[in-house]
């Protein structure tokens, strides 16, 4: 008779370490930010994310600014907290502009200072690789603008917003999240250090 508990457990270990590949993977990735400079996203190890693909002419361009720079101005000093917005034309042409052009509004217009990334494509054969990773692990891709993607302290994606949903909707999972890698970042700052 086979043992179904043993086969369970190969098949959940199995899984734990392709999950840890994954959630590793995200780190491995190379963008380039507004001013067209190459950051690794390891930079961001630890930290809570919320990754948005952006645009300055949709009609949920307003609101998602003044509430994305909000919740940052909330949770950004946290040092647990960041925003990653890609802008992107692909969805009704509402990202015409240059990157230099994308920063100018959203900086004077909306007071931005969480990071913000080169121009992208998000979705399709040509999407930057970092949001294939992203369709990849979450099996969806953004199909309009204002996608949001919750990843916490771990590297793990743990929810999508669409545009209809505020990014004030999402405050509440947000900040639990960041209390999480808070407490996580303070067990780890406590932890006696081993002596050479």
Known sequence: MVNTRWIGFVLLLSWCQV?????????????????????????YKGQVLLIVNVASECGFTDGH????QKVYYILGDSGVFEILAFPC????????????????????KYGVTFPMFAKVLVTGADAHPFWQYI??????????????????????L??????????????????????????AKKISDESPKSEL
Do not use: C, M
């Open 89 to 108: 034309n692909q969805f009704g042409n509402q990202e015409p502009k240059s990157n230099s052009k994308i920063w100018e509004f959203a900086t004077k």
């Open 65 to 68: 600014y003044k509430q994305l």
């Open 158 to 183: 743990v929810h999508i917003f669409g545009p209809d949903v505020s990014v004030e909707d999402t405050f509440d999972q947000i900040q639990g999240l960041v209390d999480q890698a808070k407490a």
């Open 19 to 43: 999950w840890g590949k994954v959630q590793e993977e995200l780190y491995q990735h190379r963008v380039a930010k507004i001013d067209n400079t190459e950051v690794p996203l390891a930079q």
């Open 135 to 156: 369709k990849g692990v979450t099996g969806v891709a953004p199909n309009w603008n204002f996608y949001k993607y919750l990843v916490d302290h771990e590297g793990t």
